[in-house]
């Protein structure tokens, strides 16, 4: 399974090569470093949140709020350094991942400890989260002049020729690849979505696992919506409004499965990218902006159809919970390695 | 949903066990009966808070409000209970919307205009369908695409442009009372004004659930909802009853942007936007399990009642459509939370 996994994402990379180059190709401006370096920084939300995602779904759970959460503590940050200007930088940040963490342990306990559907808990947080910057504001926004300067400067900066947020998009992915494949914790994601059961069997926790996920996803999200608020000088209710389904189609492009237990890093990244790529490569193909949602919703519709022909059909299967059993065992023996 | 069997609990798998006894507490338990109380309480509350609320003019108003959304949440409830789920019920509402818009341009008629829509709405159900159980793929994954790839359509012919021109007779049915306020001699015995939407969908939503809760098919689906594999082996037509569903999930979309555009007068690419989560919100507040095999239309209705007068009665005291959707989230969670907690109680106290 290992190779077959390896090779779809040697695919989705030489798709990705090939379309950059026939993009370049038609107009060099878009392999131009300046425009690759604004697609990345653009992109590197989305890198972190489909990331965040993918460990939840690895779970067999389901995130929606994550971009109510996004414009939640993305807008506290921007609270405190409207009313404390004097508050270091660092702490500012540190204010928006905790209100994120704390938004996601919230999910993370309803579901780990009330056994509540994902769905379901996801779903009515994302209203409440989103409203709960109306009440904080009364309706009002932050606008990029109330923000402190230096707290809008950091997103744009550049260190060694990235920007931060590209900067902070790689160091969380390498996070992410060592704590999901040389973990205990890491490996127990696969070990609970790819049969729950067993896993239990094997003494791993499934409310731990869940709870530590959506604890994550919130603090990554939260850690988002800092960069999101301070890069386009704004914060109000209505920002990434809808982005939730973006970050899990991002996750789907990159060959994770919404059953659970399967899933990488590399996968989800090149998913990411994919959309990344689709949004700046319209305009510079002259294409109107219009186009987007459409090549986006025809991609994830292809790229479900040929992860579903790669793996074999379960219902083919007399008993599917063999395979399935097979396969978490393997997870299981990683884990134990 | 997928909480792993605790040792030791697992039944023995070749008993049968009887049907428990009818019990009072257990009938008070019911979900039905929570959302009944929910609904009088709500009814209460706001009678108590603004005088106009009970106005029947009002009233009626605050039903074309949700209706449409009502209708969609129909065909939603039914997919919830065999395990799937649709989410690109909004941007087929876009895409049927903007086909009326194309076709009344073109000088059809009020009638052929709902037929445009229901024929839209059916071929983009067809095509959740297909996608669904030819490939056998999960419906979130395949309808979040749709989703996508309908509303992508809607915006690349529309571009930034509204759809305005409508005969007036099609504008009439949304906007006109379909049943006038009649009222007799007896002073309090009247005939409520009905909107259009509103007939439509308790119409339908009596079929639905008689449908549902006494014919074959009905039972077909509980089956399905509480173990397709085991529906298979008895003879059930498992993809062909899901794709029908996605067909009727379509079907119902459809219908419901011919009526918001005739309501509405006027259609732009981002109609409706948004609603799919709303949609689930309710089927999921009516009692529907997302684990499948669990439901009821009565329950649907009863929350789809609760939601809208909810808004409805928030929204007259002048309360941002935000800050309801704060009050609908958590309702949504405690509504959903409250008999897990008891339970957790009880199995703590009997595990004593």
């Excluded at chain 1, 074999?312 to 395979?323: C, S, T, V």
């Excluded at chain 2, 419901?256 to 709303?278: K, V, Y």
Aim: glycine share 10%.
């Amino acid at each position: 399974v290992s190779t077959l996994l390896k090779s779809r994402e040697l695919i989705l990379a030489v798709i990705l090569a090939v379309a950059v180059a026939a993009i370049g190709a038609y107009d060099s401006v878009f392999v131009q470093w300046q425009n690759i370096s604004d697609m990345l920084t653009e992109t590197s939300v989305l890198f972190m949140l489909a990331l965040a995602q993918m460990v939840v779904i690895l779970t067999r759970g389901i995130d929606l709020s994550v971009a109510a959460n996004l414009a939640l503590s993305g807008f506290v940050a921007a609270l405190v350094s409207q009313y404390y200007p004097d508050v270091p930088l660092i702490l500012m940040i540190a204010t928006g991942v905790a209100v994120g963490l704390l938004l996601g342990m919230i999910n993370g306990g309803l579901i780990a400890v009330l056994g509540i559907p994902p769905i379901v808990v996801t779903l009515g947080t994302l209203a409440v989260y989103r409203g709960m910057i109306i009440i904080l504001a009364g309706g009002d926004q932050v606008n990029a002049s109330e923000m402190g300067v230096e707290f809008q400067a950091f997103p744009k900066d550049i260190f060694l020729g990235l920007t931060t947020p590209i900067w902070i998009a790689i160091g969380v992915s390498i996070l992410f690849w060592l704590f999901l494949n040389l973990t205990r914790t890491g490996r127990g994601f696969y070990a609970v979505g790819g049969n729950p059961v067993a896993a239990r069997y094997c003494g791993i926790s499934q409310g731990w696992q869940e709870f530590l996920a959506y604890s994550i996803d919130g603090a990554v999200s939260g850690l988002c919506g800092y960069l999101w608020v301070a890069r386009y000088g704004v914060a109000y209710s209505e920002i990434a409004s809808g982005y939730e389904l973006t970050v899990i189609a991002a996750c789907v492009i990159g060959g994770v499965s919404i059953g659970g237990g399967v899933g990488t890093v590399a996968g989800t990244l090149l998913g990411a990218l994919f959309l990344g790529i689709v949004n700046t490569a319209l305009p510079v193909l002259q294409i109107s902006p219009f186009w987007q949602m459409a090549i986006a919703g025809a991609v994830i519709l292809a790229a479900v159809v040929i992860n579903a022909r790669a793996e074999r059909r379960p219902d083919k299967l007399i008993l599917p919970e063999a395979r399935r059993l097979g396969r978490s065992t393997r997870a299981m023996r990683r884990a134990r390695a | 949903m997928n909480a792993p069997m605790p040792p030791g609990e697992q039944q023995d798998r070749y008993t049968v066990l009887d049907a428990p006894p009818w019990r009072l507490r257990d009938a008070l338990l019911r979900w039905e009966v929570i959302l009944v109380i929910l609904l009088v309480l709500t009814i209460v509350v706001n009678a108590l808070v603004s005088p106009v609320f009970l106005d029947v003019y009002n009233l009626a108003d605050a039903t074309s409000n949700f209706s449409e959304m009502a209708i969609i949440a129909l065909g939603m409830a039914l997919l919830i209970l065999v395990r799937d789920i649709d989410l690109s019920v909004a941007a087929i509402v876009a895409l049927a919307a903007m086909s009326i818009g194309y076709a009344a341009d073109a000088g059809w008629s009020p009638a052929m205009l709902f037929v445009v829509g229901i024929v839209v709405g059916l071929l983009c159900g067809a095509f959740n369908g297909i996608v669904v159980t030819w490939f056998n793929l999960p419906s979130i994954v395949v309808t979040i695409g749709t989703m996508s790839l309908f509303r992508g359509i809607t915006q690349v012919i529309l571009g930034d442009q509204a759809l305005t021109k409508y005969p007036q007779p099609f504008l009439d049915l949304g906007q006109n009372y379909f049943i006038p306020m009649t009222e007799t001699s007896v002073p309090w015995l009247f005939v409520p004004p009905v909107p259009l939407s509103f007939l439509i969908f308790l119409v339908l939503a009596l079929i639905f659930g008689i449908v549902l809760h006494t014919t074959a098919v009905g039972r077909k689906l509980f089956a399905i909802g509480s173990n397709p594999v085991a529906a298979r082996f008895s003879g059930i037509p498992v993809d062909r009853l899901r794709f029908l569903l996605f067909v009727l999930s379509g079907i119902m979309s459809g219908l419901a942007g011919a009526l918001l555009t005739a309501r509405l007068g006027s259609m732009r690419s981002n109609i409706a936007i948004g609603w799919e989560l709303d949609i689930v919100t309710m089927v999921i507040l009516g009692g529907v399990s997302i684990a499948g095999g669990v439901g009821s239309i009565l329950g649907v209705f009863l929350a789809v009642l609760v939601l809208g007068l909810v808004r409805f009665g928030m929204s007259i005291n002048n309360i941002p459509g935000q800050v309801v959707s704060v009050y609908v989230g958590l309702l949504l969670i405690a509504v959903i939370s409250i008999p897990r907690i008891f339970e957790k109680l009880r199995a703590r106290r009997a595990g004593r």
